[in-house]
């Protein structure tokens, strides 16, 4: 059991801790949430100049090999940044589903264009009816000799509204919660029938619901088996879990920190409120969640390489973790900050909101705690 | 002990009942149903019908023209309300200001205030904290010089809900420095907020709209006998009034009506997906809340029963304020939770009944969710914080 992190993983961490401090204040990234696009493309950029985009993606494929310890460091970082650039629904999402797919002219020119920046990807992971389930999927696609026909809604698509390409999972075979039958096409977004009503989100996201009306998909825009597509979706997803995990992980810390700080320098019955001991418990607390889901994070990232169903379990667990004792940090700064904490002025509100939107995605506590107890049930079975 | 109402009192759970029926307007109550902000006029519009009605100021005295009924007469109007999803009245002229008016000031403050109060014709906001004075209110700095006819006010209030709609706001102002407690120096004091040196700033709050304001005063002249009582005890007064606002704030009635309606709405199919109530880790937490507000509601009850035989609310009301604002603040997240994914689009323009509902992403009720949480995190924080409440509590209930 190892701890440390290489000079490699540190210097990445460092990287990131340095272009928050440098580009990227509160005052930047409210001004870039605000603008239309609801991220900054020249900062996107940047993130590709510095190899950012390329980090979880094979060398084979012009990336340079990271796994979740990176994921982990990076997110944690884009955390304490609350950077709005679309990193999770571009390069862990869309591009997870691309790298896990199996090789192909097109797919090389996608991964390429997405590690230089150049283009911008989603992954549909949910529609309307299917909550957290994402297994149900009620998107067809029709055969139809060489290509496909794809007819169904997504909703809440990550990036979707300016996205160049889209991977949707979509029905070939199978009743509506199936896990056969799941296949995964890759739809430029011009494509003919794809209609996008694009939105921002509570957290400084952008989003959109997207429907297909007859969108034909050429069989060579298919990734990875017929029918087969549910695996490479699954996996995909529990790493985004895990990755919003860690980007609260850097959230929640932050708040605490922030906090502390806060009750040290603001002065009530002429003390520091920070010397009220009913509040010191509190934050005492705080910082206890914080290290325990710092724990759980570092646990899970280790054990993460395996992917395999107790890989899969951590990341319920950590998920759980987030949804309560995360949730319950980011309620205790708010509160601790009195007035000021539901200020739109101060970053606190809108730490408190990125955590609330992480809270709910790839499925909330309750969510997460039914699936651990399946792994667990399936281990002793 | 018996728990079932008096024939007369079932009689008037009717004849509330139907009032609401009939004269609640249909417009405003959509508004409601949908969770989209109500505008001045509509609070006005819906005020003046309650006014006409005899039943705008349910505590005053009927001299003043209240109601004069009795604590069952209250609890069963504020029910019916909920279940109408009817706002609530503004506080800050009807239940704040009117009380420390009637029973501290002069007739000629009576008769100058309290009609336009009673019909809704006055707003008033209420001019408490400052920057360095929240929990800490006592240490307020806003001073009010006295001259031969006035008095000079400058200073800064702030949080000061609904400022930039209110024609009247009533501060604790600094009238003294020179007293052996800080809270003899503060005066109680009403001021037209058309007076020149007035100014009003927004606060934009989390969930991204405007309720609270920053409010500066510069020199500004106040007549004398817009002072309330007498000048030094308007600490006094002040608590009085905080010990109303505290038995109003715990909305056992309102939470009530949320539950069931998360309820009606967990059982039916919301975008084709599965009734959420078949889900036992939802069903368990709608229970859950369900008997937490029950015991909250009887416990509201005895404080209002031991007020009807004349004990005061004292710091019992901390209590229900505590619990009240904790339970409201589980119900804006239980709907977050009912919502998942469609809580999180933000899209200011869609949240107007005139927007058409083919171009909405998800339900109101869905969309407006987390807005509510996030703007409701307020309810721990205002009226005195929960946890200087516990203090109260802590110090005057337990004696420590
Ligand atoms: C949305 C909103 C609307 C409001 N509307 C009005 C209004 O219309 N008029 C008005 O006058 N005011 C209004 N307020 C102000 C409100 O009353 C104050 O915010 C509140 O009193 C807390 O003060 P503060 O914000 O300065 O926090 P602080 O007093 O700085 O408190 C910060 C934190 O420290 C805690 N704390 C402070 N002292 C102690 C202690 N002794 N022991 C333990 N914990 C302590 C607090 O509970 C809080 O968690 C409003 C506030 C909000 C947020």
Redesign the interface.
Known sequence: MDFSISEEQSMLSDSIAKFIENDYDFETRQKIAAGDLGYSADLWATYAELGWTAVLFEEKDGGLDGGPIELMLMMQQFGKGLLVEPFLANIVLAGGALRRSPDSELRSKWLAKIIDGSLQASLAFTEPQARFAVNDITTTAESAGDSYKLDGVKSFVLNGGIADLLVIPARTAGGQSDEDGITLFAVPADSVGVSRRSYKTVDAQQAAEISLKGVVVNQENVLGKVGDGLAILQATIDEATFAVCAEAVGIIRTMHDKTVEYTKNRLQFGVPIGSFQALQHRMVETLIACEQSQSLLYWSAMINAGNDSAARKSVSALKYQIGTAGVHVAKEAVQLHGGMGVTWELDIAHYFKRLTAISILFGDADFHLDRHVQFSKQSVA | MNVDFSAEELQFQEQVRAFFAAKFPQDIKQKCDGGIALTREDYVRWQKILFKQGWAAINWPTEYGGTGWTVIQKYIFANEMAQANAPDIIPFGMKMVAPVIYTYGTAAQRDRFLPDILASNAWWCQGY?EP?????LA?LKMKATRTVDHYVVSGTK??TTLAHMADWIFCLVRTSSDVARRQQGISFLLVDMNTPGVTVKP??????ERE?NEVHFEDVKVPLENLVGEEGKGWTYGKVLLQHERTNIAGVARSKYRLQQIGKRAATSV????PLIN?Q??ARRLSALEIELRALEYTELRTLAAVAVGKAPGPESSILKVRGTELQQAIDEFE??LA????????PKQYALEFPES?R??HLADTRS??I???N??A???GG???IQ??IVSKHVLGL
């Open positions: 904290s360095g004075s929240g929990s800490d240490s702030t949080w606060i934009i709050t989390i969930e991204g609270v975008n084709d997906a599965q889900d880790n939802f977050v939770t998942g994914y469609f809580a999180l689009p933000y899209v171009e992403i998800g987390s807005l949480y996030f703007n995190r307020k721990s924080i205002y914080s929960n946890e516990k203090n």
